[in-house]
């Protein structure tokens, strides 16, 4: 049974750093894609960044595009965010997800596309 486990959130200075990961498991193919989700209090959830496992192909949202780093160390089936420069305005819960079902190669920011998801995990920017 597919399984994803997070870590890595919690509370940073604005300006900071942060690397969550993401370790799943349970796939038999090599062919699906991890994303990386968050939700704000109030709002709607919005993609941040994924990358297909079998060709790491990424993709980023354009708010974290030169401040977010998306990975993977297929060895271990993990996936990490590294998250530099943080904002106050990135503070939400975030969430692992993946999509099991890509083609071509590539993947997508929206979150009803993903089967699985992770627990959640809070990410706090404040001074």
């Known amino acids: 049974q597919v399984q994803l486990v997070e870590s890595g959130g919690g509370l940073v200075q604005p300006g900071g750093s942060l690397r969550l990961s993401c370790a799943a498991s349970g796939f038999t193919s090599p062919y699906y894609a991890i994303g990386w989700f968050r939700q704000a209090p109030g709002k709607e959830r919005e993609g941040v960044s994924c990358?297909?496992?079998?060709?790491?192909?990424?993709d980023y949202a354009d708010s974290v595009k030169g401040r977010f780093t998306i990975s993977r160390d297929n060895a271990k089936n993990t996936m990490f965010l590294q998250m530099n420069s943080l904002k106050p305005e990135d503070t939400a819960v975030y969430y692992c997800a993946a999509d099991k079902f890509i083609a071509f190669g590539v993947c997508r920011l929206w979150p009803n596309e993903y089967d699985y998801w992770g627990q959640g995990t809070q990410v706090t920017v404040s001074s």
């Open positions: 990358i297909t496992i079998n060709n790491g192909r990424t």
